[in-house]
């Protein structure tokens, strides 16, 4: 059974940075994809950005260029480092895996629907 437990939340002064982590384990599929969510209070979740088995992204244009998703040599670890981050970003953090799946995330980020593995989340607080 697969599953996801993030790490690396915490609190942040406006411009600061931070690095939230995703460990994949009990599967061993060569293609997938994962994804960032987040959910503030009172608000959908939201996509935040994908990455394919490829190694192909696509951003949230909230968080473009200033957010920036990779998956660990063996690709079992997803990170998401979000940089100059503002109030706005503050939300819980949640990775999603879709597995297997060979569909590329070229110029498309996934709704929640799209995947079948969450995460419990993580709280990132920026004042």
């Known amino acids: 059974q697969v599953q996801l437990v993030e790490s690396g939340g915490g609190s942040v002064r406006a411009g600061g940075s931070l690095r939230l982590s995703c460990v994949r384990s009990?599967?061993?599929?060569?293609?997938?994809?994962m994804g960032w969510f987040r959910q503030a209070s009172g608000k959908v979740r939201e996509g935040v950005a994908v990455?394919?088995?490829?190694?192909?992204?696509t951003y949230a244009d909230s968080v473009k260029d200033r957010f920036s998703i990779s998956l660990d040599n063996d690709k079992y670890i997803m990170y998401l480092e979000m940089t100059n981050l503002t109030p706005e970003d503050t939300a819980k953090y949640y990775c999603?895996?879709?597995?297997?799946?060979?569909?590329?995330?070229?110029?498309?980020?996934?709704?929640?629907?799209?995947?079948?593995?969450w995460g419990q989340g993580t709280q990132v607080t920026v004042s």
């Open positions: 999603a895996a879709n597995a297997p799946s060979t569909r590329s995330v070229v110029n498309w980020l996934p709704g929640p629907d799209e995947y079948n593995v």
């Open positions: 009990g599967d061993s599929y060569s293609s997938y994809c």
């Open positions: 990455i394919d088995s490829d190694g192909d992204t």
